[in-house]
């Protein structure tokens, strides 16, 4: 089990021991054409894994515009979990099937006109994707296909590396003021470590969206590259990250995050309740709903 994994599970850390085959040229198998490919499928999650490089391609399939329902956040976590546990797997690129979209953030109607019970296991859902994907010993890598806004932008964020096309109608953020809601503590937690403190407030407190060169300018993403070079260049990054010893690149990354990953697993319950007391609000609720009449209302 992944030594991040192992930080709030307390398992053993196969993953961290057996992560060093391989390790000076992970992708040598892709590169002289032995692939071995299996692909599975949930019902919102496809996914592609190399056996030869080590590479799964994890692609978000709930259109029209990736959404993260409750369904949708449950596979996401089986699938990363699975793959976390597979030893012919040591990177994931995550990336969307849907075109122009890379994910619409949360599922809004999981927010609205639900029961506490609803909200409180929507939110545990979110939690645990967050604790999976930032706390995930692989390489991860965002290939991030189209807009990205809050808790899409989330995933992206916790990824160690994120490429995104150059197009300028995408763009990516912390939007959750604009909708009237809050971004929560390890949301803000996560931004800080990429932005720093300054930039995250000011991200935040606007609900600032940020076009493809803003957002390469701020750091937000690394690497902005032509629409149709983000998965032949999330591959090529993908091999350069495998290549370092994994053991020391694992507890590197577990230094860097386990302080954030930490806070969250000593208050999830707390967080919780916070999320549902503050989501059930008439005046949260009207918010939201206006949100969504106005996003109906840009069509018509
Ligand atoms: C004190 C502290 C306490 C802490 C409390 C915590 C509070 C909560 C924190 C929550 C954290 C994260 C929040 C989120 O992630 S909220 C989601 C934010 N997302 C957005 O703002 C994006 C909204 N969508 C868009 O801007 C656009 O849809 C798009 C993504 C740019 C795509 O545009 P498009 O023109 O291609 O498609 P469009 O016609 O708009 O949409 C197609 C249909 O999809 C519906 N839809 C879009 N986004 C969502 C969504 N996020 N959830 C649900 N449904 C969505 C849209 O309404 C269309 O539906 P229909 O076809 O009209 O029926």
Redesign the pocket.
């Known amino acids: 089990m992944a030594a991040l994994t192992l930080l709030r599970r307390g398992s053993a850390p196969a993953r961290l021991l057996s992560g060093t085959l391989n390790a000076r040229n992970p992708c040598i198998g892709a590169t002289q054409g032995c692939h071995l490919r299996r692909h599975f499928s949930n019902n919102k999650i496809l996914v592609e894994l190399d056996e030869a490089s080590g590479v799964a391609i994890m692609k978000l399939n709930n259109p029209?515009?990736n959404?993260?329902s409750l369904e949708l956040l449950t596979e996401f976590c089986i699938t990363i979990e699975k793959l976390e546990m597979d030893r012919s797997c040591r990177g994931v690129i995550l990336t969307s099937a849907a075109p122009?979209?890379f994910s619409?953030?949360?599922?809004?109607?999981e927010?609205c006109g639900k029961s506490a019970e609803h909200y409180a296991a929507f939110?545990r859902a979110?939690q645990e994707l967050w604790l999976t994907l930032y706390g995930s010993n692989m390489v991860t890598i965002a290939a991030i296909n189209g807009?990205s806004?809050?808790?899409?932008c989330?995933m992206a964020m916790c990824c160690d590396f994120r490429i995104m096309a150059d197009n300028p109608k995408y763009t990516i953020g912390?939007?959750?003021t604009?909708?009237g809601?809050?971004?929560?503590f390890w949301?803000k937690d996560t931004m800080t470590n990429i932005l720093g403190h300054r930039l995250t407030e000011q991200s935040l407190q606007l609900g600032q969206m940020y076009t493809t060169p803003e957002a390469l300018k701020i750091g937000l993403v690394d690497q902005l590259v032509p629409e149709d070079k983000v998965q032949s260049t999330a591959a090529a990054v993908i091999c350069n990250w495998l290549a370092v010893p994994a053991h020391a690149r694992q507890i590197t990354k577990s230094m860097m995050r386990k302080q954030n990953i930490e806070r969250l697993v000593n208050h999830r319950e707390a967080?919780i309740d916070?999320?549902v007391n503050?989501?059930g609000k008439d005046s949260i609720q009207k918010s939201l709903q206006v949100?969504?009449d106005r996003?109906?209302q840009?069509?018509q």
């Not at 619409?104 to 109607?109: W, Y």
């Open positions: 029209p515009v959404s993260l122009k979209i619409a953030g949360l599922d809004i109607t927010m939110w979110v807009t806004p809050a808790a899409g989330l912390l939007n959750e604009q909708l809601i809050v971004a929560p949301f967080d916070n999320f503050f989501i949100y969504m996003l109906k840009r069509k």
